[in-house]
């Protein structure tokens, strides 16, 4: 017996319910319900229902249902689930980092993002969030404090870095601090001379 012509649209829906806040679903996860081409047309009719985001090619996202209607989910929550299903480490941008550490007052204006995977540009609804390449020394410690420490010291750069690095130390936890000097080998050689001299000083 044929599929009733709604099917895949309910199905995709169906699923796409079943998601977290953040969770994404592809086209590819669908084929067995139908061609490339039906599904790809099944997906656009959904997001244009308002059921789904596009958020790049071939990703899709649910939106959020609240009492106050819909939302597109936060970008941190879309960006981890990303970065699992790829293999990347996404963390924040430096300027965030350097906010967050205290390092800074300047509270960026856009969602921008640093990732070991390609540069890319999400947007979903009036949301929009900047995937940047970052080389692997700016994410080889990941989320956690010390990871951050870099990115915002890279950010601030060599003007600020001694002043920062006064900060960093008294605020990280000791066993930050020393994943920070244990890092020294891969940092440019500004940063690792300043982490240095810094943590000489006890």
């Given at each position: 017996?044929a ?10 829906l169906?699923h ?28 656009s009719?959904v ?19 609240s009492r106050?209607?819909?939302r ?11 970065a699992?299903?790829?293999?990347e ?9 350097a906010?967050v550490?205290?390092l ?15 540069n890319?540009k999400l947007?979903?609804?009036r949301?929009?969030v ?7 020394w ?41 994943a ?8 440019p ?10 943590s000489?000083?006890?």
């Open positions: 017996m599929p009733r012509p709604n099917s895949l649209p309910e199905a995709i169906r796409a319910q079943t998601l977290p806040e953040g969770g994404v679903l592809s086209p590819k996860e669908f084929l067995h319900l139908g061609s490339r081409y039906a599904v790809d047309q099944a997906m009719r997001a244009k229902a308002g059921k789904l985001l596009r958020v790049a090619r071939g990703i899709y996202t649910p939106p959020v249902e106050f209607g819909t597109p989910p936060a970008p941190w929550k879309l960006v981890e689930t990303l699992r299903q790829n293999g480490v996404i963390a924040p941008h430096g300027a965030s980092a906010n550490l205290g800074t007052a300047q509270v960026p204006i856009r969602e921008v993002y640093l990732t070991t995977g390609p890319r947007t979903f609804g949301a929009e900047v995937l940047r390449h970052a080389p692997r700016m994410m080889a410690l990941g989320q956690r404090p010390a990871g951050a420490a870099i990115r915002a010291l890279k950010w601030l750069g060599p003007l600020h870095v001694e002043r920062s690095l006064a900060t960093l130390h008294r605020k990280l936890p000791e066993s930050e601090w020393q920070l000097v244990g890092q020294r080998a891969t940092l050689t500004w940063m690792a001379e300043a982490i240095s001299r810094q000489a000083h006890g």
